[in-house]
């Protein structure tokens, strides 16, 4: 069953929020069609903050897929957002949210399996996103993925590449 990028009736608050969904399921499913209506184009920025280490900046839809959704799209991943906090002013066309965020990766094929090697991390999502006129959808300019712990086995996040 393919998922709809578009989701009728929502409210604007659900529709902003919407857009950290469809980035998450791109990830999660392997889907480019989701994760681009998640981001603006070639002008959007994902930034990736593990600790106190330097932000790893990739600009770009066409360098985001090449590389963050490469690396983790083939994974068996789930994301599960909570904590919304979204900054809207009603008419407005631009918004900005921050969200927590847990994520399990195993490599692929292999999350099922109740001992396979897997890798959690926890952490903090701060987007900026502007409304496209062109679709009606809610997306990212700039989507920051800050990482506050991380558990596990770090080499899972390599086995996408390997298979």
């Known amino acids: 069953m393919a998922r709809p990028v578009h989701l009728p009736n929502l409210t604007t608050r659900e529709a902003i929020q919407d857009a950290v969904y469809r980035c998450i399921i791109g990830f ?6 989701m994760f681009e209506s ?5 002008d959007a920025v994902f930034e990736l903050k593990i600790g106190s280490g330097e932000p790893q900046i990739t ?3 066409t360098a985001m897929k090449e590389g963050v959704l490469k690396a983790v799209g083939p994974l068996d991943t789930l994301h599960v957002v909570s904590n919304f906090r979204t900054n809207y002013t009603e008419g407005a066309n631009t918004a ?3 969200a927590y965020a847990q994520a399990q990766h195993c490599p692929p094929g292999r999350g099922a ?3 396979g090697p897997k890798f959690m991390s926890g952490g903090e999502y701060r987007v900026d996103l502007v409304k496209d ?3 009606g ?3 990212a300019w700039r989507f920051v993925v800050d990482i506050i712990w991380v558990q596990g086995d770090p080499s899972v996040m390599q086995s996408a590449h390997s298979e």
């Open 133 to 135: 006129e062109s679709d």
């Open 59 to 61: 600009t770009g839809v």
């Open 38 to 42: 998640s981001m603006t184009g070639e």
């Open 28 to 33: 999660d499913r392997h889907d480019h069609e």
């Open 96 to 98: 900005s949210l921050t």
């Open 137 to 139: 959808l809610w997306k």
């Open 113 to 115: 399996e109740p001992d």
